[in-house]
């Protein structure tokens, strides 16, 4: 009978010892899981958003002749009515602690509400805070504040010529390295996501080597362009928020000359310099921007395309009007440009003096309204039409929702 309670004994003990091992099994388990990090896969890493902006530029129109292909071409000419100026959905996403992508086509380049790729990269981070960045594919050259700035966030309806000229579309293929320490890089998200109107985090100091032909081309020469710029933005104890920056390229560009148009060099040298010098709208804003360099340019009284010098840029000043939920910005630019259009036929002859007027409405974040006033005095020659002067004023519409 002793044996037999001894061995009842001992199979109690056993699964005792059993039911507190697996107790202390998943209690380990559980301490186990909250420290159990989860990665998301890459796909629910990615963001989409967009824009889309539509215009009307046939209000009190007086010279159908003065017209900016560059700018909009529902501008002048036989058009008019409404047009998509733009018609953007982004796709972003940091896919890998240092490897970030941006997608951006356009569903209304050209006017003809077809689809471009304007940005294709990825950046690849070189350090942990990714301070130190490579970015790889087709993007904005970081050349001028106004070119790197996105159309959404813009006061007036479009770039000025004096800096625009310098790449078409403002953007390249290439490959671009950027640096800013994280307070920077901070600084930079803050300035677009405030509503302070900023260019977007192009880095401290930029290098990069590029085409040269444009986006979306094939380059026509083996030669790539060298672009350069350094920026600080600097916070005051005021909150008072400026930025300067110094900005330069060289490189060689090959102009698409017209059947009329006299034989001579194709390929010419280029190279652009220039400051700029923002103070951020808090609530009253200054922004101005200027280069000088030379470049390929039509000459009328030869009908060749000539290597000539070039200048220009703007001033704008702006004042944020915040009314509740609603913000207004009252705005005047006035911009001037002397040179070539490298990127047009027979890197067309411009002079250009304009001064716009105007006012943006946002009604809440995801819609704004622009209305604009311009007089304009622009000559554009080549070619096709050797003497060409036109002066005239217009009202501008841009109605824009954000998504």
């Known amino acids: ?6 061995v009842a004994l001992a199979s109690f003990a056993l699964v005792l010892f059993g039911t507190f091992a697996r107790g202390a099994e998943k209690d380990s388990l559980l301490t186990e899981k909250p420290e159990q990090k989860v990665q998301n896969a890459w796909y629910e890493k990615i963001q989409i958003r967009g824009y889309a902006q539509l215009r009307y530029n046939g209000l009190f129109e007086t010279n159908p002749d003065l017209k900016c292909d560059q700018c909009d071409r529902s501008w002048g ?19 890998h602690p240092k490897i970030y992508f ?8 050209g006017g003809s509400n077809l689809a471009q790729i304007r940005d294709a990269y990825f ?4 350090d942990a805070d990714n301070e130190f960045r490579v970015r790889i594919g087709q993007s904005k050259i970081p050349f001028g504040f106004e070119n790197m700035q996105s159309s959404q966030n813009r006061l007036p309806l479009d770039r000025n010529d004096g800096i625009n000229s310098a790449a078409p579309n403002e953007r390249e293929t290439g ?13 930079f998200s803050y300035l677009v996501s405030s509503g302070l109107k900023g260019s977007g985090d192009y880095g401290m100091f930029g290098l990069g080597v590029y085409n040269g032909q444009g986006p979306n081309a094939l380059d026509r020469n083996k030669n790539l362009n060298v672009v350069a710029r350094m920026t600080y933005p600097l916070e005051l104890p005021s909150g008072q928020i400026i930025e300067a920056s110094l900005q330069g390229y060289t490189g060689k560009y090959v102009v698409n ?3 009329k148009t006299e034989v001579g060099q194709n390929e010419f ?7 700029t010098f923002v103070i951020y709208p808090q609530p009253f804003g200054l922004q101005a921007e200027y280069n000088w360099g030379r470049g390929p340019e039509y000459d009328p009284s030869t009908n060749q395309v000539l290597d000539a010098p070039l200048e220009g840029g703007y001033v704008l000043a702006s004042y944020m ?17 002397k040179g070539g259009k490298k990127f047009e036929l027979d890197a067309t002859r411009h002079r250009v003096k304009e001064l716009e007027l105007g006012v943006e409405w946002q009604f809440s974040k995801n819609f704004e309204l622009v209305t604009m006033y311009t007089i304009s005095d622009r000559t554009f020659e080549n070619s096709t039409n050797p003497d060409n002067r036109q002066k005239g004023s217009l009202l501008r519409l841009q109605a824009q929702v954000n998504f």
Request: proline share 6%; glycine share 12%; aromatic share 24%.
């Open 269 to 275: 040298k280029e190279f652009r310099y220039g400051p």
């Open 123 to 126: 950046d690849l981070g070189l």
């Open 77 to 95: 000419g036989d058009g008019g009515g409404f047009f998509f100026r733009r018609i953007r959905i982004i796709f972003s996403g940091q896919i």
């Open 175 to 187: 490959v671009f390295f950027y640096y800013a320490p994280k307070e920077i890089r901070k600084l």
């Open 257 to 259: 000359k017209g059947p």
């Open 102 to 109: 941006y997608i951006q086509p356009d569903f209304a380049s």
């Open 1 to 6: 009978m002793r044996i037999r309670f001894a």
């Open 321 to 337: 009007l915040k009314l509740d939920s609603k913000v207004f910005i009252p705005f005047g630019r006035y911009h001037y440009y």
